[in-house]
T-cell receptor, first 110, second 114 residues
Framework: QKEVEQNSGPLSVPEGAIASLNCTYS??????FFWYRQYSGKSPELIMS????GDKEDGRFTAQLNKASQYVSLLIRDSQPSDSATYLC??????????FGGGTRLMVKP | DGGITQSPKYLFRKEGQNVTLSCEQN?????MYWYRQDPGQGLRLIYY???????QKGDIAEGYSVSREKKESFPLTVTSAQKNPTAFYLC?????????????FGPGTRLTVL
């Protein structure tokens, strides 16, 4: 059974700080990794994808991947109250399937 | 505008009823998926389809059925055999070209059993 683990939170950070969200996965052959943001009562929205070891930056967001440690993270710089949401980590496997973690709830306090 | 639409937004089901949730996409995506999300939980795969007239069971297919008669449409029926159907249902789609597993989601249908 493929597993994707996230701390459920809530993770509370002050406005302007860096929020760090972490995800570990069990399937060593996974090749694709995604972060989705989900506001309360809404559907998930793709914010980052990463396929290679290292960092990938997009605006205030940086995804970090370490396949040897089976670990993927998302950093949000200059956190804003509008970033308050649940962040879902998803890992791609065989047959274009994604396995989702349970999500981490982020709260950014003004 | 390209995107994925789901209807209805809210749906109420009485005990013993079958209900059908609609999912339509105009992204020309080959693959479509149905997920269920329970409060405070991640997404669990119900069914998926990568080609018209073919679909596969996901992790929690019992009590659900689907069809894929058109590339654009992938309706989900929640049957009376599904004993605990109250949940948020999400439809997604992906292209099978390029980054094949990048999935995009519709707005969801919230189903409540009365």
């Amino acid at each position: 059974q493929k597993e994707v683990e996230q701390n459920s939170g809530p993770l509370s950070v002050p406005e302007g700080a860096i929020a760090s969200l972490n995800c570990t996965y069990s399937d060593r052959v996974s090749q694709s990794f995604f972060w989705y943001r989900q506001y309360s009562g809404k559907s998930p929205e793709l914010i980052m994808s990463i396929y290679s070891n290292g960092d990938k930056e997009d605006g205030r967001f940086t995804a970090q991947l370490n396949k040897a440690s089976q670990y993927v993270s998302l950093l949000i710089r200059d956190s804003q109250p509008s970033d308050s949401a649940t962040y879902l980590c998803a890992v791609g496997g065989a047959g274009n399937m994604l396995t989702f973690g349970g999500g981490t709830r982020l709260m950014v306090k003004p | 505008d390209g995107g994925i639409t789901q209807s209805p937004k809210y749906l109420f089901r009485k005990e013993g009823q079958n209900v059908t949730l609609s999912c339509e996409q105009n992204l020309n995506h080959d693959a479509m998926y149905w997920y269920r999300q329970d409060p405070g939980q991640g997404l669990r795969l119900i069914y998926y389809s990568q080609i018209v007239n073919d679909f596969q069971k996901g992790d929690i297919a019992e009590g659900y059925s689907v069809s894929r008669e058109k590339k654009e449409s992938f309706p989900l029926t929640v049957t009376s055999a599904q004993k605990n159907p109250t949940a948020f249902y999400l439809c997604a789609s992906s292209s099978l070209a390029g980054h094949r597993d990048t999935q995009y989601f519709g707005p969801g249908t919230r189903l409540t059993v009365l």
